[in-house]
Structure formats: structure tokens, C-alpha cells
């Protein structure tokens, strides 16, 4: 009886190193990507600008923020509400402050100006003008990092 516990133990050991020492089989594949996108063609639009709005908030503290949304979409869905009571589509140049008490209020402030798209049209030469003022190229800095660090700090006094 013992021996037969002893082998049975020895090919139960066996069986899980020889399990244990299986390979992993990976496989890759290659897709051709093909740009399919749709170009078109640039739209522009002008904007009705409402006055000046300023909307406050305010709530007290709760331990953890538990069952409260964070202040992110505090701010998120405050402009929203802005945007939805004025009718307009989008806000200009938020301005937003945020105060709170140790232990006490907190209120959340963004003033803005409400605007409003109207008369969606195909850019003309003149709108593709003003959007390269408007927008400038995309800059990018070029380092020459063939050049030893000695020469950058000296210069070329050793050539």
C-alpha cells in the first residue's frame, strides 16, 4: 500500500513539472491599412455671442465624496447648464474659480460668454485666409542630435 501511494505521488509530481513546462503558442497577423477616410471639404460658421453669464454653485463636504461627483464633472455639467439655459451652443472663454472651506462649503463659479452658431456655409478664399491666421502652421523643433555634445558647447574648434 505504501508503494503504491509512493508511485501514485511520484507520477501526480511528474504530471504537474511536465504540465507546468508547456509552451506558449503566439501568432501574429499583418492588416494592410488603408486610409479610408472621407476628406472634405472646410465649413466655417459665425458665431452670435450672448452676453456675459456668471453661474454659481454650492454644496457641502462630504467624507470621501461619497454618492458625489467630482469636481470635474461638477464643471462639465454646470456649463452645460449654462449653455442650455442661454440656448447657445458652445462657451467662450470660461473662467472658472473654485473655493472651499476645510470641512465647509465649497462653490463653483464659471462665467462665460454664451455663443451661438449661425450661417454654416463652404469656406471662400477669404475664410481660408483668415483660418491660416488663425490657426499657423504646426511648428516643430528640429535638434540636430548627430552633432558629439562637445561641439554644441565649443563649437567647431576642433574641425
Given at each position: 500500500?505504501?508503494?503504491?501511494?509512493?508511485?501514485?505521488?511520484?507520477?501526480?509530481?511528474?504530471?504537474?513539472?511536465?504540465?507546468?513546462?508547456?509552451?506558449?503558442?503566439?501568432?501574429?497577423?499583418?492588416?494592410?491599412?488603408?486610409?479610408?477616410?472621407?476628406?472634405?471639404?472646410?465649413?466655417?460658421?459665425?458665431?452670435?455671442?450672448?452676453?456675459?453669464?456668471?453661474?454659481?454653485?454650492?454644496?457641502?463636504?462630504?467624507?470621501?465624496?461619497?454618492?458625489?461627483?467630482?469636481?470635474?464633472?461638477?464643471?462639465?455639467?454646470l456649463t452645460?447648464?449654462?449653455?442650455?439655459?442661454?440656448?447657445?451652443?458652445?462657451?467662450?472663454?470660461?473662467?472658472?474659480?473654485?473655493?472651499?472651506?476645510?470641512?465647509?462649503?465649497?462653490?463653483?463659479?464659471?462665467?462665460?460668454?454664451?455663443?451661438?452658431f449661425k450661417?454654416?456655409?463652404?469656406?471662400?478664399?477669404?475664410?481660408?485666409?483668415?483660418?491660416?491666421?488663425?490657426?499657423?502652421?504646426?511648428?516643430?523643433?528640429?535638434?540636430?542630435?548627430?552633432?558629439?555634445?562637445?561641439?554644441?558647447?565649443l563649437g567647431?574648434?576642433?574641425?
Amino acid at each position: 500500500m505504501v508503494m503504491k501511494t509512493k508511485y501514485l505521488f511520484i507520477g501526480a509530481c511528474a504530471i504537474v513539472m511536465f504540465s507546468a513546462c508547456t509552451t506558449t503558442r503566439r501568432s501574429t497577423s499583418t492588416i494592410l491599412a488603408i486610409d479610408s477616410s472621407v476628406k472634405q471639404y472646410p465649413t466655417v460658421a459665425d458665431l452670435d455671442v450672448h452676453e456675459k453669464v456668471e453661474t454659481t454653485i454650492s454644496w457641502g463636504f462630504v467624507p470621501f465624496n461619497w454618492g458625489q461627483p467630482p469636481l470635474q464633472q461638477r464643471k462639465e455639467n454646470l456649463t452645460a447648464d449654462i449653455i442650455k439655459s442661454k440656448g447657445a451652443d458652445v462657451l467662450l472663454e470660461p473662467q472658472i474659480i473654485y473655493t472651499k472651506q476645510p470641512y465647509g462649503l465649497r462653490t463653483l463659479t464659471i462665467t462665460g460668454y454664451p455663443a451661438s452658431f449661425k450661417n454654416f456655409r463652404k469656406a471662400t478664399s477669404e475664410d481660408l485666409e483668415a483660418l491660416k491666421v488663425v490657426t499657423p502652421p504646426h511648428e516643430k523643433n528640429v535638434y540636430r542630435v548627430s552633432q558629439p555634445w562637445y561641439k554644441k558647447i565649443l563649437g567647431n574648434i576642433f574641425n
